[in-house]
């Protein structure tokens, strides 16, 4: 089993940053494979970045350039830096490993 906890949402205006962060516990072994998702109201759950085998990453095109995923083993944690947010960066992100989902962080980029 593995539980994932996710924080650092928040409100947010356009243009500004928010640094999520996705604490991993219970079987784990690596953090490889792990993912942010989100999901806006009305919208499909979507893939925004994932780090891999040798922290290679992966990003949705809507978020590259403005979006950082990186990882700290010690600390089994998984973070999403977002920069530059846009209103329609708007959802409940999520992050997910093997399979494993955790509860979600609302992240609003409003005015």
């Known amino acids: 089993q593995v539980q994932l906890v996710e924080s650092g949402g928040g409100l947010v205006q356009p243009g500004g940053s928010l640094r999520l962060s996705c604490a991993a516990s219970?079987?784990?072994?690596?953090?490889?494979?792990m993912g942010w998702f989100r999901q806006a109201p009305g919208k499909q759950r979507e893939l925004v970045a994932m780090?891999?085998?040798?922290?290679?990453?992966n990003y949705a095109d809507s978020v590259k350039g403005r979006f950082t995923i990186s990882s700290d083993n010690a600390k089994n944690t998984v973070y999403l830096q977002m920069n530059s947010l846009k209103p329609e960066d708007t959802a409940v992100y999520y992050c997910?490993?093997?399979?494993?989902w955790g509860r979600g962080t609302q992240v609003t980029v409003s005015s």
């Open positions: 997910n490993l093997r399979g494993f």
């Open positions: 219970g079987i784990i072994f690596s953090l490889n494979g």
């Open positions: 780090i891999s085998i040798g922290s290679s990453t």
